[in-house]
């Protein structure tokens, strides 16, 4: 048996097990999940609610779209690039979705199954445990757009995979599979995809039968290595809004719009 929260979106739902695992589910059958402007507020608020749930030990995030999740949609992001209060709005959401996570108590697992995008990949690479499907394909698109890798990449992937491959990808926006993903130490598991749910089920349960407060201060003294680098994280952040006001930002969504390369400068 299961009881579902009642959520302030469609973009994702909550099932609660009785074996303490709270599953965050994005989209649906078919579907290429996303995150509107209703979406991405509930991300920032999800992770405190169910930390503060009775019963629940574990938070699993999986998909069960064709993707795990790809991030902000296009009405997002006009509305950022149009108004100075959205993007403040999305500006204080995406701290609060980052510091949710990291100020969470519960375990998190994540599934990466296809493409992980924007917040997608935030949600989804802050995760305590990440487990990737071999087509998993990961992908910080912002300097393609026009503006700062901000929302989690500076807090997460340089930890993760170190500096040198951080720049890379991170001002490329060179997707990764779930193998390489695991190879550089940006994942914690790269498994067959057809195994992905089976296995983050069996990490979930395993974190959701031990000891509350072993994991939860293990995970809290962890976490101040990401603590240590969020001046790099609200720097990245703010300078990430303020590209959005720009004309760079423009240019990029118009070369999206248009299937195009984009001519920043030009």
């Not at 579902?4 to 989209?27: K, M, P, S, Y």
């Not at 949600?123 to 393609?144: S, Y």
């Not at 926006?173 to 695991?182: I, R, S, V, Y």
Request: one cysteine or more; glycine letters at 10%; aromatic letters at 4%.
């Amino acid at each position: 048996m299961t009881r579902a929260l009642e959520l302030n979106t469609a973009d994702f739902r909550v099932e609660i097990g009785e074996d303490g695992i709270a599953e965050l589910i994005f989209g649906a059958l078919s579907t290429m999940p996303t995150t509107g402007a209703a979406g991405h507020s509930e991300l920032g608020r999800i992770w405190g609610r169910l930390a503060a749930e009775p019963g629940v030990r574990c938070i699993l995030v999986r998909s069960e779209g064709k993707g795990f999740c790809a991030g902000g949609t296009m009405e997002v992001v006009e509305e950022m690039i149009a108004s100075e209060a959205a993007r403040l709005r999305v500006m204080r959401e995406a701290r609060e979705i980052v510091q949710g996570m990291i100020d969470c108590d519960l375990p998190i697992v994540s599934a990466i199954n296809g493409a992980a995008v924007g917040a997608g990949a935030a949600v989804a690479l802050l995760a305590d445990v990440t487990v990737a499907g071999r087509r998993a394909k990961i992908i910080d698109g912002h300097t393609k757009l026009g503006v700062a890798a901000g929302d989690h990449a500076a807090v997460i992937w340089p930890l993760l995979c170190g500096i040198a491959k951080a720049k890379y990808y991170l001002m490329t926006c060179t997707p990764l599979d779930g193998e390489e993903a695991e190879r550089i130490g940006l994942v914690s598991l790269c498994v067959p995809d057809e195994e992905l749910q089976a296995t983050t089920r069996r990490v979930a349960q395993q974190l959701a039968a031990g000891s509350p407060t072993a994991l939860a201060w293990t995970k809290r003294s962890l976490n101040h290595w990401l603590r240590a680098a969020w001046p790099a994280f609200e720097h990245s952040l703010a300078l990430e809004i303020l590209g959005f006001a720009g004309s760079d930002a423009r240019e990029g969504l118009a070369a999206l719009h248009e299937k195009r390369n984009p001519r920043f400068g030009a």
